[in-house]
Every structure is written in structure tokens, then in C-alpha cells.
């Protein structure tokens, strides 16, 4: 009786430590070990040169806002605020957000980038050239012509791009991707996106050569993720086309960061994140109900 009981033990911890670890790698590859985020660096000063060659008559000032809703950051966006040419003394804002950002995991798999400009303005055009922009992925930081994704595509990819429009007041969102991810459907005749854009296994095994290669107090660096090259042009309605269009090209660049691992013991860890009641009551509410009083 006293054997059958210790075997008995010893499958159910056996099952219990083959489940935890099956448990430990599933987790591994879908929590979030990596955090992406803007170089703010690379955007403002190759942006900053471009504005200091404008002429006096287009006044174009640019900056990265931080904003927060309900006490929660947002990611960060980039502002251009452009001066009326029939008014000098109006001021509006051109917002571009470029993703996405923020923790992901390992197993994360970008098949496009989220493009979204918001014109406030009230007598300007925005114009999107993407034949002129370009992304950078991959360890290899293969530059390649963005393709718009989402829409039809003619397998002659020697065409030009129709130009995107974003008039006064409007907001024009859309995924973009590389040329080279692109393969032909057989059925619509079309180039629709084949494969991942960005690989983040690609970008954790970077940042794991670079770990080899340093010393076990030194600091690892962010790691190059994937950039988009976006060429805009800002102009005034009221005047000509050509003469008066201001063309910049907004290099929003993203590294990766390794995130420190969490406690090992999910349970644990779920513990340990709950937050601490502030009083006797409170943590026999939270005992007894599972959840903190609000």
C-alpha cells in the first residue's frame, strides 16, 4: 500500500513538472519581452535639418508629443505645426503616428506598419508620395518602396502609386508594408502581402548576439527594429502646385529593448502584481471576494 502511494505521488509530480514547463514555454513565446520604441534622436535632428533650409515664407515647426488619456500613455506622435499663408497669426497642427510601438513578444509577427495623419489645418493639403518612401527591416536592414496593403495591386509593380490626399480637416489611416512582401494571388491576379514584414524573433536574436559579445555588467544598447521613410509634401490651396509645395521626408526609426524576465512561478507572479490593500478591511475583502475593494 505504502509503494502504491509513493509511485502515485511521483506521476503526479512528474505530470505536475512536465505541464508547468509546457506552461513556462507557451508563456515565454507569447508574453511581452520586447518593447519597442521611437527614436526620438534620429526623427528630431534629421527632421530638424530639413526645417532650418525652408524658406521665410514656409513656416513649419516640429516636435514629438507625449500625450496620456485618463492617466495613460499613449505613443508617441509627431507634430508639425504649419503657418497660414493667408494668415501669419494661424497656427495648426499636422499630426503623424507611425506603429506600432510599445511591449511585444517574441512570437509577434508585423505583416504592416500603421500610418495615420491627422491635418487640422484649415488651407493646406497634405500629399503622401509612397513611390518616394521607403522601409528598412530584417537583421540584414533590407530598404525596400512602401506598398500600400489593403488595397488592389496591379502585378506590374513598375507603376507609380497614386498619391494620397489628406484635405483640411481630414484623418487618413492605412497599413503599409515592403515590395518585396508582396506575392500574387492567383485567383484576383493581384499582389496582396505574402509575408511578415518585421520578425521580432529576428530582432530578439540580435539583441542576444549582442549580450555574447558584452560584459555581464554592461548595459546592452537598443537594438535597430525597422524604420519607415515617409515622404510628405505640405501645401497652401491657395497657391500653385509646384512652386509652393514643401516636401519632407518624416524618418521615424524603432529600436528594441529586452525586457527583464518576470518571476518564473506564474502564480507567484500574479501575486506579487495584485495591488497591496491598504487596510485590514480591504485585504479581508479581497480574500474572501478575490479582488480588492474599489
Known sequence: ?????????????????????????????????LRIDLNRTVLTEQLGQQLQQLPPDQKITAEIEDLEIEGKKLPPQ??????????????RKVV?????????????????????IINTTSDAQIFIDWDKSSVTAGLARQTQRVVRSGIPISSDLSRSQVLSVINPGETFSTKVT??????????????????????MQEVATKIALFMEDSAE????????????GLMIGIRQITHDQTNH???LLLPFAFQAVL????????????????????????????????????
Open 1 to 33: 500500500m505504502g509503494s502504491d502511494v509513493l509511485i502515485l505521488t511521483i506521476y503526479f509530480l512528474v505530470v505536475i513538472y512536465v505541464l508547468y514547463q509546457m506552461a513556462l514555454s507557451v508563456e515565454n513565446a507569447l508574453e511581452n519581452k
Open 78 to 91: 509627431l507634430s508639425l505645426s504649419v503657418t497660414s499663408q493667408i494668415n501669419p497669426k494661424q497656427t
Open 96 to 116: 503623424v503616428k507611425v506603429g506600432p510601438m510599445g511591449k511585444m513578444p517574441m512570437a509577434e509577427s508585423l505583416m504592416a506598419l500603421n500610418v495615420t
Open 178 to 199: 515592403g515590395e518585396n512582401r508582396l506575392s500574387l494571388n492567383a485567383e484576383t491576379r493581384t499582389l496582396t502581402p505574402g509575408r511578415a514584414l518585421v520578425n
Open 217 to 228: 555588467d554592461e548595459e546592452i544598447p537598443p537594438v535597430f527594429a525597422y524604420s519607415l
Open 245 to 247: 509645395t514643401t516636401y
Open 259 to 294: 525586457l527583464p524576465d518576470e518571476i518564473a512561478f506564474p502564480p507567484l507572479r500574479w501575486l506579487l502584481n495584485r495591488p497591496r490593500p491598504a487596510t485590514a478591511r480591504e485585504a479581508f475583502s479581497a480574500l474572501i471576494l478575490g479582488r480588492p475593494r474599489l
